[in-house]
């Protein structure tokens, strides 16, 4: 992989890579979509990361159809297939970690302790193996998403983060590969996260800006579906990740909840204008699911 890439840059070529642990399904496909409009080679990793894992987490049962993987990405005209074996990515000895500070303590950090620790040690490696201009990531992951982009910025790294809208089933789901875990009733509860960020979209419109009463309409959707265990359900800085009290300039709602055998996230960004926004002015905002 690395002698290939090489060999593209040598030839004024423009790599557009796109991480992946794999079980692609549409979400993915629209990164790789938007990889091959701005690039040629297109790189595809496939790596399921054991460092970003807890103890109790699903690593072992984690679906891996690598064949069907590959006959997609063949469709899609992706040059390279690059699946490496956990043995390449951490050999024996392995011993180096990348800690993006306080950004990866809170929401999903504070559920799955060294999370983003094993996301920023693999991202980065793989960054460093595949050389592109260009990587790509879902918004599906916003928390991630901001990690990443606060790791490229802090070491110089040459990849520019391209962040790619949401992918969402005809319901509202928010497409990943654990929604294969969930069971047809699951399936159906499973649009509850949808809802909820609806209901805040919706409680924005009507004019509310108080974070704590549209944080309190986000957990009443979540506490009316039964099969839904609700992680957390916050309002926060888009940047920091901190949370707010007022809608003022960019900011994430974002939720996380247990829906039978799968954990499942999701968010709306919400893109306010700075100074106090005046509540009888509806059009002064923009909420993107």
């Known amino acids: 992989m690395k002698q290939a890439a090489r060999q593209a840059r040598a030839e004024g070529r423009v790599i557009g890579f796109v991480p992946t642990m794999g079980a692609l399904h549409a979400g993915h ?32 049962k984690y679906p891996r159809p690598l064949e069907d993987d590959q006959a997609q990405l063949e469709r899609l005209g992706v040059d390279f297939l690059f699946a490496p074996s ?26 799955r302790p060294g999370h983003f620790r094993g996301v920023a040690t693999v991202v980065l490696k793989l960054l460093e193996i595949v050389a592109p201009q260009f990587v790509y990531f879902g918004r599906k992951d916003a928390q991630q998403l901001r990690v990443i982009r606060q790791m490229a910025a802090d ?18 789901l928010a497409m990943s590969s654990r929604n294969a875990y969930l069971s047809p009733h699951d399936r159906r509860a499973a649009t509850v996260l949808y809802r909820a960020l609806d209901a805040v979209r919706q409680s924005i419109a009507a004019g509310e800006r108080n974070a704590a009463r549209l944080v309190q309409a986000m957990r009443g959707v979540l506490s009316a579906e039964p099969l839904a ?61």
């Open 229 to 289: 265990a609700t992680d957390y359900a916050e309002i926060v800085d888009a940047d920091s990740f901190e949370s707010v009290t007022r809608l003022r300039g960019n900011c994430l709602a974002l939720l996380a909840a247990r829906i039978g055998p799968a954990r499942l996230i999701d968010n709306m960004l919400i893109e306010m204008p700075s100074a106090s926004p005046v509540p009888s002015d509806r059009s002064a905002y923009r909420c993107s699911l």
């Open 86 to 111: 956990v043995e390449e990515m951490y050999p024996p000895g392995f011993r180096t970690t990348v800690n993006v500070e306080s950004l990866g303590d809170r929401l999903e950090g504070r559920t």
């Open 155 to 172: 070491l110089a790294l040459d990849a520019e983060i391209v962040a790619c809208p949401i992918v969402r089933e005809a319901d509202g």
């Open 29 to 60: 496909l629209s990164l790789v979509e938007a990889a091959r409009r701005d690039s040629s080679p297109v790189v595809v990793s496939i790596f399921v990361n054991p460092k970003q894992f807890g103890p109790q987490e699903d690593l072992a």
